[in-house]
């Protein structure tokens, strides 16, 4: 195999042509806009830069973020302390950043859009706004709003989230999550260069009205939007019973990133699994096994094994995280109470603002440290009294 065929330029897609270009294989990159922005911008968070360093190591502007301020409904707000930056980058910047990347490597940018694909042969032949192209095999990295329907992920309804946002003048160091009564989802403010990212995303509720809710609270805030660049997306928020049958692969494609459906469920973090699903499609499709077949499967595998089972299992926490209920209150107000009074639950929630908690291990670190947890909430309220500590509560 000698021609690879990328289709689209976002991170995915220009971190695959890197891998490919650097291993000698020509490469094509088709996008009709090649960088661009999205209203969450471009978060980075530890366990992206810890993996790939040239994302922090780098002369790209960014914002190094090392607070995070929770809020949610009765619960007031809580500050984190974060021991692993967050980075912001404008997207626009990101992405540009890794497509020139991908052509240091070698790979060719063409600046048009993929209309059509079908197969000629063993191969693809692309039909773009420019004229045609031929491929031995493509890298689908056209983001949630894929309009080649005969490959990548099949999503439906219920397995998108919309997020939207204003850019809008200011300054602030830290970044602001708000929970908000019966949404699953969240507000940010995210501080880029130059502006303020203020945005929503939610699962299960029109665009219009989560819209009605951003610039309710925008109002609150005092922050205006008149006259404010808007942006919106859709994101993939798989159900937990579409993992199994998500279309990541076929004959002759590799999905990645948005278009493979590879997005956090709960934190509608999509960058580091577009750029670490990239990463494993090139990994598979260079390694030595013998056929494209086999070279297929072991994609699939790669994701299930390294993060796609985890991300899996979260589609089922979602609705517990965002509209459930636990010691009569929601748990993102105990989330927010917690964080405020019991340092081991501080800590889990900076792991999983780092990326290092996964999912899968979460409710066993969490009944862990449960009864540490009491009893450091107890203590912070003066009822050491009434919460005596016994032997074993401090474990965790």
Known sequence: MKRVAILGGGPAGAFAAAQLASAGLKVQLFDEKLAWEKPCGGGLTYKAYSRYPFLIDNATPKRIVTETVLGAPHA????????????????????QMLLERAERAGAQL?????????????????????????????????GARNQLREVGTELQPEDTMSALGYYVPGDQARIDIRFLPHLEG????????GHLSVGICGKGEPASSLRKRLEQFMAERGLS?????????????????????????????????????????????????AIRS???????????????????????????????????FGSRLAKRVFLGRFLFGSVPSRMVQ???????????MQDLFAGRQPYQGLKQRLLRNLNGSLYDIGMSLGFSRLVPRKQGLGAG
């Not at 859009?113 to 420019?130: D, E, I, P, Q, Y």
């Not at 942006?231 to 999905?255: F, T």
């Not at 917690?338 to 889990?348: G, H």
Request: hydrophobic share 45%; glycine share 10%.
């Open 338 to 348: 917690f964080s405020r009074r019991s340092p081991r639950f501080s800590a889990i």
């Open 76 to 95: 007031g707000e809580v500050s984190l302390q974060l021991q692993d930056p967050l980075l912001i980058y404008s997207r626009f910047d990101l992405n």
């Open 186 to 193: 969240y507000i940010w403010i995210f501080p880029r260069c």
């Open 110 to 142: 063409e600046k048009t859009h993929v209309k059509a694909m079908s197969r000629c042969g063993a191969g693809w032949r692309l039909h773009t706004t420019a004229g045609i192209a031929d491929a031995e095999f493509c890298i689908v990295a056209t």
């Open 278 to 312: 990239a990463d494993l499609a090139a990994r598979s499709l260079l390694s030595e096994l013998g056929g494209l077949a086999e070279k297929l499967s072991d994609y699939g595998r790669l994701l299930r094994r390294d993060f796609a089972a985890d991300l899996e």
């Open 225 to 273: 939007w008149k006259g404010a660049a808007f942006y919106s997306h859709l994101l993939p928020s798989l159900e937990a019973g579409s993992w199994k049958r998500n279309r990541v692969a076929g004959d002759g494609w590799m999905a990645v990133g948005d278009a493979a459906g590879l997005v956090d469920p709960i934190t509608g973090e999509g960058l580091y699994y």
